[in-house]
């Protein structure tokens, strides 16, 4: 099962935007409105940041937010912040019960 | 506040078994699928199957059919994941997570901590 695309690294300065994009199919991301995406700092278990694509869980700063476009979905960060930096993942349903996660991307506050 | 904590590290002979529990807090255990994940050092997450606390129902990622079991005990809210066979390449970071009340909701939230688990003679 081939995990979903997404960039190894993304960067970008205090207060900057920056988007991490996560591709797939039409067997996944363009079939489904459950993409997910989760933030993990070293030597921690993952964050939910997205859920169903557009939705932040409660607390979370609006500074994220998720969309879709075709088998691609996209987070993105606004008003980037130190506490920001730390790896990335998306993950989607697949159908039949299965999910898949992408390969992580590293996002580096410069 | 919702919670799930997972059993200590192991060390575990090549070929040996080993079984991962996770215990559950703060909500009704039956309500929402629990999901297991493994991190293998230094690489990214990996989605390995799910249960049905309710109705003890499971599915697995391909890779890992046959090899893993997932049961849970609904008088403790404890969930648990067994591998058999393990390779050096199963040395990972195992971690429960809570999902949706369907496996579609694949929002995990919360993970427990992660059980590390080494395969090594």
Same mark, same amino acid.
């Given at each position: 099962q081939s995990a979903l695309t997404q960039p190894a690294s993304v960067s970008g300065s205090p207060g900057q935007s920056i988007t991490i994009s996560c591709t797939g199919t039409s067997g996944d991301v363009g079939s489904y409105n459950y993409v997910s995406w989760y933030q993990q700092r070293p030597g921690k278990a993952p964050k939910l940041?997205?859920?169903?694509?557009i939705i932040r869980p409660s607390?979370?700063?609006?500074r994220f937010s998720g969309s879709k476009s075709g088998n691609t979905a996209s987070l993105t960060i606004s008003?980037?912040?130190? #506490?920001? #930096?730390g790896d990335y993942y998306c993950s989607s349903y697949r159908g039949s019960g299965t999910l898949v996660f992408g390969g992580g991307t590293k996002v580096t506050v410069l | 506040q919702v919670q799930l904590v997972q059993s200590g590290a192991e060390v575990v002979r090549p070929g040996a078994s080993m079984k991962v529990s996770c215990k559950a807090s703060g909500? /009704? =255990? /039956?309500g929402y699928y629990m999901y297991w994940v493994r991190q293998a050092p230094g690489q990214g997450l990996e989605w390995m199957g799910w249960i049905n606390?309710?109705? @003890?129902g499971t599915k697995f990622a391909q890779k890992f059919e046959g090899r893993v079991t997932m049961t849970r005990d609904t008088s403790i809210s404890t969930a648990y994941m067994e591998l058999n @066979?393990?390779?050096? $390449? $199963?040395t990972a970071v195992y971690y429960c997570a809570r999902g949706g009340?369907?496996?579609?909701?694949? @929002? =995990? $939230?919360?993970?427990?901590?992660g059980t590390l688990v080494t395969v090594s003679s």
């Open positions: 940041m997205i859920y169903d694509v607390g979370l700063p609006n008003g980037l912040q130190a #506490e920001d #930096e | 909500y /009704t =255990f /039956t606390p309710n109705s @003890g @066979g393990l390779k050096s $390449d $199963d009340s369907s496996y579609r909701n694949i @929002g =995990f $939230d919360p993970w427990g901590q």
